[in-house]
T-cell receptor, first 115, second 112 residues
Framework: DAGVIQSPRHEVTEMGQEVTLRCKPI?????LFWYRQTMMRGLELLIY????????DSGMPEDRFSAKMPNASFSTLKIQPSEPRDSAVYFC?????????????FGSGTRLTVV | AQSVTQLGSHVSVSEGALVLLRCNYS??????LFWYVQYPNQGLQLLLK??????LVKGINGFEAEFKKSETSFHLTKPSAHMSDAAEYFC??????????FGTGTRLTVIP
């Protein structure tokens, strides 16, 4: 099991550019979560999916952020246009039913820097 | 509603000393409780979890935590700190699959 795989690990982009973050959850997991981590706000849940369907996107900061999950093995988080305040580490996590106490498995994160 | 309070955003201990990281939770139903560890530039890794049964839970790297319902606490301990334990630790509570609430984290520093 390769775990939750995120790409890229690091992304540096200029303000105004489009950024796409990618996540491959653990095979068989039916929940997928996107989190953002900053020094100021800690870990924030942005959006989560169940069986590829977005369930709660109330944590998405604004319309510049969008997320998709076209199939059970792939999800994207897109920021368009990006702004310096979007600089953060973005984590993807997944969990499966019956995974024992609802614990999540996290990816290694994507460190986004918008200059 | 569920919530988690971690007392102390920074904790420093000497190498070999006891590690105690505090976590109190609020939950309207019997909770599932977790501790995650985050090493620099890495993702969160599950350290241990409480679901049901034995209230003293053992995790990886010599850590353990005890669920105390009467105190609504789930403190993390390790008898003897090691330099490699320096990291950020997050307590979390969940009562449903789509609901995991994290505390604000405690950064542990180990002094040689």
């Amino acid at each position: 099991d390769a775990g939750v795989i995120q790409s890229p690990r690091h992304e540096v982009t200029e303000m105004g550019q489009e950024v796409t973050l990618r996540c491959k959850p653990i095979s068989g997991h039916d929940y997928l979560f996107w989190y953002r981590q900053t020094m100021m706000r800690g870990l924030e849940l942005l959006i989560y999916f169940n069986n590829n369907v977005p369930i709660d996107d109330s944590g998405m900061p604004e319309d510049r952020f969008s997320a998709k999950m076209p199939n059970a093995s792939f999800s994207t988080l897109k920021i368009q246009p990006s702004e310096p305040r979007d600089s953060a580490v973005y984590f993807c996590a997944s969990r499966g039913q019956g995974a024992g106490g609802y614990g999540y498995t996290f990816g290694s994160g994507t460190r986004l820097t918008v200059v | 509603a569920q919530s988690v309070t971690q007392l102390g955003s920074h904790v420093s201990v000497s190498e070999g000393a006891l590690v105690l990281l505090r976590c109190n939770y609020s939950s309207s139903v019997p909770p599932y409780l977790f501790w995650y560890v985050q090493y620099p530039n890495q993702g969160l890794q599950l350290l241990l979890k409480y679901t049901t049964g034995a209230t003293l839970v053992k995790g990886i790297n010599g850590f353990e935590a005890e669920f105390k319902k009467s105190e609504t606490s789930f403190h993390l301990t390790k008898p003897s700190a090691h330099m490699s334990d320096a990291a950020e630790y997050f307590c979390a509570v969940s009562d449903t699959p789509d609901n995991l609430f994290f505390g604000t984290g405690t950064r542990l520093t180990v002094i040689p």
